[in-house]
């Protein structure tokens, strides 16, 4: 199954005001609603990732309420009525069952041309042939890309520290890792270069988190 996405532009200081209407919106349990919401913060974009069989227009009363600190990303290229939805590029289940309720996903925020969209699917494809991902706890791969330039690498752990995991595989520094961030650096690019420090700015911070009961 994979994820739906999400992507809006929000001040991160509306967060605690979103969560309270997220929260409000999902304690009601709507029926069609998510079996998962994760929301997150990165800068000025706000990213939900939805796990859902089967997406309703139920969430429509949700983007209503939210409409006051969520706003269209990109409006230079949002269609009319504005769709919010990334479009999904790759996806790949690492393990088999997916429990989600044990997972925790981890979404990386960078930049890239839509152009290099089949080269990317292609050298995550090419890494998670092999037992890298396995090794290093990633259950689950998926990419997004939305508007004109905007990338989302989401990654489900079973922890909830998976800025962790990443900045070990950099100590380890397995070659496949290596290779793959080594051929991704001329496609991927920063969100915003002048900020950037490390590898764990690039990782968005969830602020939001909700589970359907079972």
């Not at 609603?33 to 990213?47: F, H």
């Not at 859902?52 to 939210?66: F, Y």
């Not at 393990?95 to 050298?123: G, K, Q, Y």
């Not at 590898?199 to 911070?205: E, F, L, P």
């Amino acid at each position: 199954m994979a994820s739906t996405l999400i992507v809006g532009k929000m001040d991160p200081l509306a967060a605690p005001e979103v969560a309270k209407i997220l929260s409000e919106f999902d304690g009601r349990g709507t029926a069609g609603g998510p079996r998962r919401r994760q929301v997150y913060g990165y800068y000025d974009v706000y990213v939900e990732v939805l796990d859902d069989d089967s997406p309703s227009t139920s969430q429509e009363p949700l983007r209503a309420a939210l409409a006051d600190y969520v706003e269209v990303y990109d409006p230079e290229v949002a269609s009319t009525p504005f769709q919010p939805t990334a479009t999904g590029f790759y996806h790949r289940q690492l393990a088999s069952p997916l429990d989600l309720t044990a997972l925790h996903s981890t979404v990386i925020v960078n930049r890239m041309d839509p152009a290099v969209v089949p080269r990317v699917a292609e050298l995550f494809g090419g890494l998670d042939d092999t037992d890298f991902p396995q090794q290093m706890g990633t259950r689950r791969r998926q990419l997004f890309r939305y508007g004109r330039d905007l990338y989302f690498h989401v990654q489900d752990f079973d922890h909830t520290d998976g800025n962790q995991t990443i900045d070990q595989a950099w100590k380890q520094a397995d070659p496949r890792f290596i290779k793959i961030c080594a051929d991704l650096d001329p496609l991927v690019h920063k969100y915003d270069p002048a900020r950037w420090r490390s590898t764990a700015d690039q990782i968005a911070k969830r602020f939001y988190h909700w589970e359907a009961p079972a």
